[in-house]
């Protein structure tokens, strides 16, 4: 059976993942308005699914940060170039340069039933492939101008349909949308 593909990403009110430089300054700024205790779903989300994918620029961004937050959670990296992996996190991140459809296909073979895909062009190949079956996107209250999309250009319409709304009351907006199912 096909693993059920998920998308969990915060924006910007204009619909940026990151500054052009890939700078995440105002998602930190943004998250120090978080009332104490509040997760906005995440830890739920991420107890949910069996495992991450993410592209290269992603997983970079991720390393900057220090401490690996996913801990013993699986990670594939896809990248058209091998990828370093730092030894402490070996025993749970391994590369690839499958496209969407053999990872998934894969995948599905090692019953794998859910992925968590992170990164704009990851996301962007995996909706091209029409393999996304949910989306999770939190949009914070700052417009950026610039920047990277979420989206970028599409060959072809998405269809989406809304399934939820949640409003914090530190402005954040969360709107979760299924792909392909009841359109």
């Not at 593909?5 to 700024?29: H, K, M, P």
């Not at 370093?84 to 391994?94: F, M, Y």
């Not at 989206?151 to 949640?166: C, E, Q, R």
Request: a negative charge.
């Amino acid at each position: 059976m096909k693993p059920e593909v998920s998308v969990f990403i915060a924006t910007s009110l204009d619909g940026f993942i990151a500054r052009e430089n890939g700078d995440l300054d105002w998602l930190d700024a943004a998250n120090n308005t978080v009332t104490e205790g509040e997760d906005c779903g995440y830890f739920d989300f991420m107890a949910s699914v069996d495992i991450l994918v993410m592209g290269r620029h992603t997983y970079e961004k991720v390393l900057s940060f220090g401490d690996w937050p996913y801990q013993e959670k699986p990670v594939i990296v896809l990248s058209s170039k091998p990828v370093e992996i730092p030894p402490e996190i070996r025993n749970s991140v391994t590369f690839s340069k499958e496209s969407p459809e053999e990872l998934c296909l894969r995948l599905s073979k090692e019953d794998i039933k859910r992925i968590y895909i992170d990164g704009g062009i990851t996301i962007q190949r995996f909706l091209s492939a029409g393999l996304v079956s949910d989306m999770v996107i939190t949009m914070i209250p700052v417009l950026l101008g610039s920047g990277i999309s979420l989206f970028g250009s599409l060959d072809k319409d998405i269809l989406v349909n809304h399934v939820a709304t949640k409003t914090f009351d530190f402005g954040f907006v969360q709107v979760t949308y299924e792909i392909g199912k009841n359109i």
